[in-house]
Structures are given as C-alpha cells and as structure tokens.
C-alpha cells in the first residue's frame, strides 16, 4: 500500500508543478514514508497518537549519531 501510495504521488508531482499538501491518516506515519515525502518538497500533514514517540537525528563531527526526543510542536515550528 505505501509503494502505491509512493508511485500516485511521484506521477501527480510529474503532472503539475505547483505547492502539493498532503493529507494522511495516522497509519502512514513512518520514517520511510516522511523522508520520501521531503524528497520532492511535499508539504503533509498527519494527525499523530498522543502517545507517538519522535525523535531527531543529530550527528556532531567526531562523535557518534545519536537520536534526542522532539515533540510535534517542535518539528511544526521548524517547518
């Protein structure tokens, strides 16, 4: 389901080339589906459970990656 998902969204970015938003339920929200999403400057917007951990990857010179807790008010105010 999610590589159907994948492939209707890369032919309609082909098709038009103004702002896309998109809209999910709570059930696509994966890392994979995210980071695919970023790729061809989708905007989206997902409705999460309350109990959803997200976290960021942070990598710093000379040390090792390491993920810190991020709530969704924290990635909205980054975005």
Not at 13 to 36: N, Q, T, Y
Not at 49 to 68: D, F, I, M, Q
């Amino acid at each position: 389901m999610l590589e159907l998902s994948k492939q209707m969204l890369l032919m309609l970015r082909e098709s038009v080339s103004c702002r896309l938003r998109i809209a999910m339920d709570r059930w696509l929200l994966c890392k994979d589906f995210f980071v695919f999403l970023m790729a061809p400057n989708f905007d989206w917007v997902t409705k999460a459970k309350r109990n959803t951990a997200l976290y960021l990857k942070v990598s710093e010179p000379g040390r090792h990656e390491r993920y810190l807790p991020v709530s969704a008010r924290q990635l909205i105010k980054e975005a």
